[in-house]
């Protein structure tokens, strides 16, 4: 087995890992929020995502002009997430399997990204330590790895911005590491930034931090290069228009009848149902940050690194922690700042990992083998999930013409839920819009009625 791993090289390893990955976005079909993105965003009604929308207003999405508009208006009446849902609604515009093959490409470029950034090494330097450790990190330690990561409307949310914004600051951390002045990316540092800004709440609001410390320490060593000043900048300004978006307290009137509007119980639901199970998730990425500083702590600057990209990942939560709402999802930009902290820590103590494992290999051997019984678990659950979606679609098409057609609601492997939790699908994400409802005022109800033609659809009560 020794001489087996060490034949392999780290290259097919990530070939082998994106090549599962590819399979699983062919296995999730489009549901839930990629079925109401099909359609142009109704500004003036309640949009296409509340209860008792009205399909005769939904105008499917025809061309790129119509994503434009439609943005708009969800940025008027929904909320300011223009960047992420413009790539949502181009592809389930389009046939999935563009996105399927260009969600391998983001996935890559995250990875590639997480450790260019993490370990400033080249990517001739990366290995199948580096590689695995942060896979592993992803896999494990991600919140609803099925809606950050595969899911369409989720993953252009989340995967995505996450990879637009350690894109942004890479030139920042490069000119960090190198302590000297680098050739300015003038041209794309304004642009990135701008996006990076206009992303995601969580993850916008802590590159903004990240980057201020940046431009602190630049400053400090009177080597503040004009390209930082205007991406910094462009930073501020795409972060205003993301949190200024009417369309957030447009949303907030929507939806206040299932708001808490008690400060208290706000922060109390938030702590337990979000920050708590993801912090818990992430800890174990604490372990080569603590070995860092008891063992391997090597300089000044690498600490700071260390701490500030810790840091951010705490503050992504606490950001979170303010939110009317913390779904555990809005926790991926926190795990994805820790492993960068965490492989920075890493790469300073590998010598102490390899030489723990050196003599362990059956602690390897077995860790392998049940990640890959996960990643089986996964593709299992979600071939069952798609063929169940494939027979519901035969009974609409049989049932067409009824007035009301009822339809099995999904149904999981009992064991999926306790041993691969939200790495896959399970009954939480079931319930928040993976399946349908069992009454037919449900927003996905109406917007599948009406994609496939039908007058009502419900799920047979359970």
């Known amino acids: 087995m020794k001489n087996f791993f060490g034949r392999l090289t780290w290259q097919s390893i990530f ?5 599962i990955f590819f399979l699983r976005n062919l296995l999730m079909p489009n549901v839930a929020d990629d079925n109401s993105y099909k359609f142009i965003w109704d500004g003036a009604g309640k949009g296409n995502l509340i209860n008792g929308i009205d399909p005769n207003r939904l105008q499917p999405v025809e061309s790129f002009a119509d994503i434009l508009y439609s943005q708009w208006q969800h940025y008027f009446a929904w909320g300011g997430r223009t960047i992420a849902h413009i790539f949502a609604q181009f592809f389930v515009w389009q046939d999935k399997i563009f996105f399927d093959v260009a969600n391998v490409f983001v996935f890559a470029a995250l990875v590639l990204l997480l450790f260019k950034v993490g370990t400033g090494l080249s990517l001739r330097q990366m290995n199948k330590s580096y590689l695995l450790f942060t896979l592993a990190g992803m896999y494990f330690c991600a919140p609803s790895l099925i809606i950050t990561t595969v899911w369409l409307t989720g993953t252009c949310n989340y995967l995505w911005m996450c990879t637009l914004i350690l894109l942004f600051l890479l030139p920042f951390v490069e000119a960090y590491r190198r302590k000297k ?3 300015s990316p003038a041209f794309l540092v304004p642009i990135l930034g701008l996006i990076a800004g206009w992303s995601i709440e969580p993850g916008a609001a802590v590159a903004v931090f990240i ?3 940046f431009v602190m320490h630049f400053r400090r060593q009177k080597n503040l290069q004009p390209w930082m000043k205007v ?4 930073l501020v300004v ?6 200024l978006a009417p369309g957030n307290l447009h949303r907030a009137d929507l939806i206040s009848d299932h708001l808490q509007h008690d400060i208290a119980q706000v922060l109390y639901a938030n702590f337990v149902g979000g920050f708590l199970p993801v912090f818990l998730r992430e800890v174990i990425l604490f372990v080569p940050i603590v070995l860092y500083f008891i063992k391997a702590k090597t300089s000044p600057e690498v600490t700071r690194f260390i701490l500030t990209f810790a840091a951010a990942s705490v503050l992504s939560l606490m950001v979170m922690m303010c939110a009317p709402m913390f779904p555990e999802r809005a926790g991926f930009p926190s795990t994805i700042f820790l492993l960068v902290a965490s492989l920075a820590a890493f790469k300073e103590v590998l010598p102490l990992v390899k030489s723990f494992f ?8 077995v860790l392998a083998a049940l990640w890959s019984i996960s990643l089986l678990g996964c593709l299992y659950v979600e071939a069952e999930f798609l063929n169940q979606i494939v027979v519901r679609n035969e009974i609409v098409a049989a049932h067409k013409n009824d007035d009301l057609v009822i339809v099995p609601p999904i149904e999981l492997p009992a064991w999926s839920e306790t041993l691969l939790g939200s790495r896959t699908w399970d009954k939480l994400t079931l319930l928040l819009g993976g399946d349908l409802k069992s009454y037919d005022s449900n927003n996905r109800n109406i917007v599948f009625a009406h994609i496939h033609g039908l007058k009502k659809i419900v799920t047979a009560k359970e």
Request: net charge positive; aromatic share 14%; hydrophobic share 65%.
């Open 238 to 243: 795409g972060f205003a228009i993301l949190m």
């Open 181 to 183: 002045l680098v050739p």
């Open 211 to 213: 980057t201020f410390v």
């Open 15 to 19: 070939a082998a890992y994106l090549a």
């Open 358 to 365: 050196r003599h362990r290999i059956k602690i390897l051997v």
């Open 231 to 234: 991406g910094f900048a462009c």
